[in-house]
């Protein structure tokens, strides 16, 4: 764990207040406000999305790869309902994306699956 990695994690959200409160914010609620069951997030970071999961998703599974992204994303979801699956995804293991934001993906169901 480089210490560029741990110093990013710790003022991210500092660096992020004045986005989310010119737009980011508003693009997340409108992004999350019909997701609904078993909701996978790609690159959870510190849990922005967090307090915009209503009460129809059932399920919760977020991925970061950061592990100081990691530490403060299970810290923010201790008191998270329904308490999400927080997993370790390696960038490799992951999808790509520059802003777990600005990809939504209505459903992802494996190959083969009729789901």
Same mark, same amino acid.
Do not use: W
């Given at each position: 764990? $480089? ?28 992004? +999350? ?26 399920? +919760? ?6 592990? #100081? ?12 309902? #329904?308490?999400?699956?927080? +997993? $370790?995804? #390696?960038?490799?293991?992951?999808? /790509? /994306?520059?802003? $777990?934001?600005? /990809?939504?993906?209505?459903?992802? $169901? #494996? ?5």
């Amino acid at each position: 764990m $480089s210490i560029r990695n741990r110093i990013f994690a710790a003022v991210y959200e500092r660096q992020l207040v004045h986005i989310e409160k010119a737009g980011l914010a508003g693009h997340r609620a409108r992004l +999350l406000a019909s997701a609904a069951g078993r909701v996978l997030e790609i690159g959870g970071g510190t849990g922005a999305n967090l307090p915009y999961y209503g009460a129809e998703v059932a399920e +919760l599974t977020i991925t970061e790869p950061e592990p #100081p992204m990691m530490a403060r994303l299970q810290r923010r979801t201790r008191d998270h309902v #329904p308490q999400p699956a927080v +997993l $370790s995804a #390696p960038a490799q293991d992951a999808a /790509c /994306c520059s802003s $777990s934001t600005c /990809c939504p993906m209505t459903r992802a $169901s #494996p190959p083969g699956s009729t789901a």
